[in-house]
C-alpha cells in the first residue's frame, strides 16, 4: 500500500488531474492570488502555470514528497520562488498572520480532519487575506448524493483516503472562515458522484 500511495498515486493524479477542463478551473482561482501565497496540497505543482505575477512567494504543504519529483519541470519554469515546508494541512509550521492568500484545489476532500485544516489557514492568514478553494464534494441531487456514499468507501481506499460527499461549504464556515463568494456546478466530463464542485473564496471576517 505505502508503494501505491508514494509511487503510483502521485503519477495518476499528475494525469487524471491535468485536463482542459481541471487547467481552465485552475486558472481561475490562481488568478486573483497575490503577495505570500500558501498551498495546500501542492502534489505534482499543476497549479504553478497559473500563478499570476502578483504572487511574491509561494509556500508549498503536501504529504506526498514523490510529488515534488514529478513538478520538477513546473518548478524550474516558474517564476515564482517555491518553498516546501511542511507535509500536513492540519499542523502548519508557519507562523499566525504569515499569507496574503491561501490556496487549496482538490485537497480537503482527502484531509483526515479537514476542520483542523481550515482552522491553520485562518490562523496563518492575515486579517485581510483570503482562502482561494476549488474542491469536489456533496451534490445537493438527493440521487447522487446516495451514489457519493455507496461509492465513498471504494473511493478512499483507491484514491488514498479521498472522500465523494464532503459537505465543503460546511467544513469551511465551522471551520471559523466566512464565505465570500461561492459558485457551485458539475465539472465537464465528471460522472455526477465525482463531479459535485464548490469554488469559492473565504475570510477571517464576515
Same mark, same amino acid.
Given at each position: 500500500m505505502a508503494f501505491y500511495r508514494d509511487r503510483v498515486f502521485p503519477r495518476a493524479i499528475n494525469l487524471?488531474?491535468?485536463t482542459k477542463?481541471?487547467?481552465r478551473l485552475r486558472a481561475q482561482v490562481c488568478g486573483p492570488l497575490a503577495g505570500d501565497v500558501v498551498e495546500? %496540497?501542492?502534489g505534482?505543482?499543476?497549479n504553478l502555470p497559473h500563478m499570476p505575477a502578483s504572487v511574491r512567494s509561494l509556500r508549498a504543504v503536501d504529504p506526498l514528497t514523490a510529488g515534488r519529483g514529478l513538478?520538477?519541470?513546473r518548478l524550474a519554469a516558474s517564476n515564482v520562488p517555491v518553498e516546501f515546508v511542511g507535509l500536513d494541512g492540519q499542523n502548519l509550521p508557519l507562523d499566525d498572520e504569515c499569507a496574503d492568500a491561501v490556496l487549496c484545489t482538490w485537497s480537503l476532500c482527502s484531509i483526515?480532519?479537514?476542520?483542523?485544516?481550515i482552522r491553520e489557514i485562518r490562523r496563518i492568514l492575515r486579517p485581510d487575506g483570503r482562502f482561494h478553494f476549488i474542491?469536489? %464534494?456533496r451534490s445537493p441531487e438527493p440521487k447522487v448524493h446516495a451514489w457519493q456514499d455507496r461509492l465513498n468507501g471504494i473511493q478512499r481506499k483507491v484514491a488514498c483516503g479521498c472522500n465523494l460527499n464532503r459537505d465543503i461549504p460546511s467544513v469551511v464556515t465551522e471551520g471559523g472562515?466566512?464565505?465570500a463568494e461561492l459558485e457551485t456546478f458539475y465539472a465537464k466530463g465528471e460522472p455526477k458522484p465525482f463531479g459535485w464542485t464548490f469554488k469559492g473564496e473565504a475570510t477571517k471576517s464576515a
Open positions: 487524471i488531474m491535468n477542463e481541471t487547467r495546500i %496540497g501542492f505534482t505543482g499543476l513538478a520538477a519541470d483526515p480532519d479537514p476542520h483542523s485544516a474542491e469536489h %464534494g472562515l466566512n464565505i
